[in-house]
């Protein structure tokens, strides 16, 4: 028995495969003397709108800040109304929390994981100030009949691609879909720093030009303060490193997807439902999350086997008391009930191989 052991995420297995340019890249920075902004971040913000096939790119602290500058460039404030989904991660909603304004939840398909484009409409009132789709696991929500509703009644969309880089809808990659896109590039995300950062990406200069005012105390010049601001700045080593991993991202890309087949063979014919693929896009699996009956019995006996896996997410977003706002509440969510009680997520990484694969897939089969 000396099968490696198995990781839900394996970013030190990553690193050590581009150790040496990682390496340089640390260095080069140190020897600059530009810390925060600067040659390297203005390269990675090119890089990554190049990347993604949107005109402007503007970096930031995290993932969480990217979708705060977002709503703060839309005007979103108090009395105000955002509509998302209540099945991700809490940051979505915290942002517009924190804003003054209050989240509006519209169901999910809990085939996908992503929020109902026709439940959207229902929920519209006159204080609508923006939609935030989320790409949940890093599939593109189903962004036709979403745009279609939003521009015909003029809301702009901020699609939270965090989990999402390098996902395509129908051959556009998201973040150019919406009016601004957010990024994170938390370590475990699938292009993950050595540490916290984000992106905001436009094709509005408009709006590229209030992103980086906002997320640099709301100044163009300095001392110049023209709109309330934070300072939310991209580190120049967190650059410069990412400049580095974003040139593997397509390989990785390819890695995770060849695994979630994998995952989907030995699944084949089973009790488990594995996530449903959209024709309408590269799914680029940010995570592998399968639906299961008695998932909490299954993952006790996956912890007591020390097969590594997560629930993400176990309480819906509207059901958090930290989150809860005056007003009319959501009415029944069934797609999210049955996300929540059902998903399970297996280790999902670049550094996964078939043999490990195997273990997980028999572990969670002799569970059920
Ligand atoms: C990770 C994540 C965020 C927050 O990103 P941070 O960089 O951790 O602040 C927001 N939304 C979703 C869907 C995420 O997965």
New binding site residues.
Partial sequence: MNTPPIHMVDVVGQYKKIKPEIDAAIQRVMESGQYILGKEVTAFEQEMAAYLSVRHAVGCA????A?QIALMALGVGPGDEVVTTPF??A??TEVIVLLGARPVYVDIDPRTFNIRPDQIEAVLTPHTKAIIP?H?YGQAADMDPLMALAKRRGIPVVE?M??AVGADYKGVKVGGIGSIGCI???PS?NLGAFG?A?MVVTNDPALAEKLRMIAAHGSRVRYTHEVLGVNSRLDALQAAMLRVKLRSLEEWIGARRQAAATYDRLFAGTGVTVPLVASTGRHVFHQYTIRVKHRDSIAARLAERKIPHAIYYPIPLHLQPAYRTAGPQPGPLPGTDIAAAEVLSLPMHTELDIQQQTVIANAVLEAL
């Fill in positions: 995290s993932g969480t800040d979708l991700t991660f940051a979505t989320v949940l939270d965090c989990q994170s590039f938390f995300k916290d984000g």
